[in-house]
């Protein structure tokens, strides 16, 4: 294997093509000090790189001669009762729990797009709310990271929908045995808000360090069930020059936020804005980012209005077939809409 | 390209000269052990026009008495050894026959892709699947071909799928696998689907690197498989290879490229010793005057030996699929094919 298949940076990988080093055997019984000489860099990054490439060797070294089964491969039956199994976070309004089976599925990266007003950021607290449902309540019980790029992050609203939500779920479980009643000390909304980590985001530099830093973020608190980004696009879409870099560092930054919604089992929810796209003589109404964007979430959701009342349709999914549900947004959240009811102002 | 080989043990020497059918001259010469009770450690040197291997073959020990026949013998299974790691060339009827004997077709199921690829999915080569996300539809179609064509081959031989995009579903899959089955009872079916749901495997994978290891992991696992005789993998999927190299390519350094043209090499190299189809899938950016194209530029468009475009037309069921190139048939065919909720 070269040199150039190694995952090192740039860099590094210059100064040793130019020291003369192209494979891996030449660097295999070298010592740091020695490298880091000849390369005229640190001795931590001389440890760093040969401890790259003596994994890299490990690797092509074990796989001779026996059997070596390949980690992280499932059969696609373990996998379908698996799927069967997958939890969901409920949205609060019981239609579009209906099209989406359940809720927003855990594992899996949801973008939610719209136009301004719609309610995305309603729903993007609305989700942070309902995943710290205890699971005695049939919730998850777990505690929520909200990225916001925007500053549209209201922590009275947040208080208040906590306080709906709570509420809520007092009245349908009035009548079960003091066990259950038992946890009413901690559902205050107060103990909810304290459960959501927020990271507040001023520049796209920023963005792909919280990206970057989400994961180790994520192994110290493995309560964390849901992630929410409010929203993605909003520094990426004026005084980025280079288009080409912007399509780069938005894959990688989608990859990422997939391996993080897979290994550590969470939803992950990105939220959207809109632009106009002119096809065929006619401009309508598209996602933000372009259709390279468009490939790097697993779910897509759109919310638009019809007719005063706001709508939610599945736009992209690997499982569900396409279906519209309205939804409203009340005082204590979003809720089921109710057909008479006209467009709602909040607080 | 003349290749010499010289064997070389202790003691006193004897040599041997062949020259067989392809005309390369291999020279063997075995020394005499001075000491009876030694082996022959002989040192195989084998030198190429570009590089030298160098091998350790222990024959068995040749006493100072024993007859020129055994030294000859013992020189003529080290050559045979030797045979081994030189990779002889293959005429062109060895690998006709080679076409003919493991290089199967794998059909789709879909019959519009089918009839424009010849018979279906053709062992030892990369196919690549591109087409538009989403524009009005719920599941991406590259994805539902590639699915459609893993439940189809399941039966025949294990396939393996690397998963980008956690687009991987495992129901969606049983839906396509209940539809092929015909009228059976409802034990009969589940264990069909067993059967076929289990030697289809998944992983997923997030990165270029990742992508890289696993696929020189998958290389020496079968090449331990074909000596054992176990399970054979005949198709291997990744959907989307365009969203692993997307982050990669462009930019000042050439490095991302290197890695696709590797990742390429690596695929094409699977492919053809393992006598597997390998499916990718890419997907669509725009182009000059607003015409779509396929992802990942001009050095990519050299690498599949087959390129097929899908769309779909008009919120229908009814998908086109076109030939953008292809190693034995014309390009630009059309046809058009069918897939059902």
């Known amino acids: 294997m070269e ?28 010592s740091p000090s020695h490298l880091a000489r000849d390369l005229n860099i640190e001795l931590q990054e001389a440890l760093e790189i040969l401890k790259v490439v003596s994994d890299a060797a490990d690797r092509s070294k074990s796989t001779d001669g026996h059997h070596q089964a ?111 009643l038992a946890c009413q000390e901690w559902m205050q909304p107060n103990s909810f808000l304290s459960n959501i980590f927020y990271f507040r985001i001023c520049s796209y530099t920023e963005q792909i360090a919280v990206t970057n ?60 804005q809109v632009t106009t796209k002119y096809t065929e003589g006619s401009f309508h109404l598209t996602l933000a980012l372009g259709d390279s964007w468009s490939h790097s979430c697993t779910n897509r959701i759109i919310l638009y209005w019809n007719a005063n009342e706001r709508y939610a349709y599945i736009d992209k999914s690997p499982s569900l077939p396409s279906a519209s549900a309205p939804y409203s947004v009340t005082s204590k959240g979003i809720r089921n809409s109710t057909s008479h009811c006209k467009r709602v102002r909040m607080m | 390209m ?6 070389e043990g202790e003691g006193e020497r004897s040599s041997m000269a062949e020259n067989d059918d392809l005309g390369i001259e291999r020279t063997a010469s075995i020394q005499n052990p001075t000491k009876p009770s030694s082996s022959i450690g002989a040192r195989v040197r084998a030198t190429h026009d570009d590089d030298e291997d160098e091998v350790r073959v222990s024959l068995r020990p040749v006493l100072p008495h024993s007859s020129s026949d055994l030294i000859h013998q013992e020189a003529a299974r080290a050559l045979s050894v030797m045979d081994s790691f030189h990779q002889p060339w293959l ?30 999915l053709r062992e030892g080569q990369l196919i690549e699947i591109a087409g538009p996300s989403s524009s009005g539809k719920t ?27 956690n687009s991987f579903s495992p129901n969606r899959i049983a839906c396509m696998v209940n539809q092929f089955s015909g009228p059976l009872f409802k034990e009969a079916k589940e264990r069909r689907l067993e059967r076929i749901m289990s ?14 290891d ?25 959907d989307s290879i365009s969203s692993l190299i997307a982050p990669i390519l462009g930019g000042k350094s050439p490095q991302g490229r290197l890695l696709m043209v590797s990742a390429g090499i690596v695929l094409k190299k699977l492919a053809h010793e393992f006598n597997l189809a390998v499916l990718v899938t890419n997907h669509m950016v725009g182009g000059e005057g607003g015409i779509i194209k396929p992802a990942l530029g001009e050095s990519w468009k050299n690498i599949p030996h087959v390129r097929l475009v899908v769309s779909r037309d008009q919120q229908s069921n009814v998908f086109t699929a076109t030939v953008l190139k292809h190693t034995m048939r014309a390009s630009g065919r059309t046809a058009k094919f069918v897939i059902h909720n």
Not at chain 2, 157 to 165: A, R, W
Request: aromatic share 6%; proline share 2%; net charge negative.
């Open chain 2, 214 to 238: 696993t696929l020189h992991q998958l290389e020496s696992t079968l090449k331990h498989t074909v000596k054992t005789g176990g399970y054979k993998i005949c198709l291997l999927i990744i």
């Open chain 1, 70 to 180: 390949l980690k992280g491969v499932q059969t696609a039956w373990d996998m379908l009762s698996e799927e069967q199994m997958q939890q969901h976070i409920t949205t609060g309004c019981e239609d579009l729990d209906h099209i989406l089976r359940g809720g927003i599925h855990c594992g899996e990266v949801t973008e939610v797009g719209g136009v301004p007003g719609i309610g995305k950021t309603q729903l993007g607290i609305q989700l942070a709310v309902n995943v710290q449902i205890p699971v005695e309540y049939g919730g998850h019980g777990g505690q929520a990271v909200y990225i916001d790029t925007e500053g549209s992050f209201m922590v009275e609203r947040a208080h208040q929908i906590a306080e709906g939500c709570i509420n809520g779920i007092l009245d349908n479980f009035t009548d079960h045995d003091r066990k259950i």
């Open chain 1, 213 to 272: 830093y989400l994961e180790k973020f994520l192994k110290e608190h493995k309560d964390v069930k849901i992630v929410v980004i409010d929203s993605v696009t909003f520094h990426f879409r004026q005084d980025f020059d280079d288009l080409a870099c912007r399509t780069r560092i938005l894959s990688g930054m989608s990859l990422k936020l997939m391996k993080l919604a897979k290994t550590n089992n969470l939803a992950v929810v990105l939220l959207n």
């Open chain 1, 3 to 30: 040199i150039a298949n190694l995952p090192i940076s740039a860099s590094q990988r210059s100064k040793l093509l130019s020291a003369g080093y192209a494979t891996l055997s030449s660097l295999s019984s070298l």
């Open chain 2, 91 to 120: 005429t062109g009827v060895e690998l006709l026959d080679d076409a003919n004997r493991n290089k199967h077709v794998l059909p789709t199921g879909l019959e519009g892709i089918d009839v424009l690829l010849g018979g279906g």
């Open chain 2, 2 to 7: 003349l290749t010499r080989f010289r064997v």
């Open chain 2, 199 to 212: 030697s289809i495997l998944c992983q997923p994978i997030y990165d270029i690197f990742e992508l890289l």
């Open chain 2, 139 to 165: 599941q991406p179609l590259q994805m539902q071909v590639c699915l459609h064509s893993a439940s189809c081959i399941a039966d025949k031989g294990s396939v393996m799928f690397l998963d980008t995009c």
